[in-house]
């Protein structure tokens, strides 16, 4: 009996892509993915500072001559969990929330004011700066806002 050698031929059919490949592939995806979240996450606090803007001025309407309603409290409270996930986004710490005012408002009116200029102020920063940047200034704004809330809750009926 004779044993003939078997004799296999190669297909032009691609084989599996190198592990390299395959690697820096796959690192690829995870980069645009992690790109296109920091996007969102970004528009996210935009949102949140148009957000904060709009409850200030709805704030203002609310008010009376000396006294907020006890139904503002809601909007100080989310007004100020904006500006504290703003903040800390924007690098910012907890650290600052024990100074005080340089120069407090010294009336509600005056208060409610400077909330609304303060979340202009923060919207204008947040959209002048990107995802990739701290902005000390994003951080200030935020902090201003989390103390005029602070003091805006003592004008609650």
């Given amino acids: 009996m004779v044993l003939a050698p078997a004799v296999w031929a190669q297909t032009a059919e691609p084989g599996p892509a190198p592990a390299v490949e395959q690697n820096e592939a796959f690192r690829d ?8 979240r920091e996007e969102s996450e970004h528009k996210k606090l935009l949102d949140k500072t148009s ?13 009376t001559s000396a006294h907020l309603p006890k139904n503002s409290e809601k909007k ?3 007004i100020e969990k ?5 903040r800390s986004e924007a690098g ?5 929330d024990e100074i005080k005012f340089e120069s407090p408002p010294e009336s509600l009116a005056e208060a409610l004011q ?11 920063s947040m959209g002048k700066t990107s995802r ?12 201003d806002i989390i103390r005029l809330v602070k003091l805006l809750r003592s004008y609650l009926n």
């Fill in 29 to 36: 995806t995870l980069v645009k993915m992690r790109i296109k």
């Fill in 51 to 63: 957000q904060i803007s709009a409850d200030a001025g709805e704030l203002v309407k609310l008010a």
């Fill in 76 to 78: 100080l409270r989310d």
């Fill in 82 to 86: 904006s500006a504290r996930h703003i």
């Fill in 92 to 96: 910012g710490g907890n650290d600052n």
């Fill in 114 to 124: 400077r909330l609304q200029e303060a979340g202009s102020n923060l919207t204008d």
């Fill in 132 to 143: 990739h940047v701290v902005s000390l200034k994003v951080i200030d704004d935020a902090t």
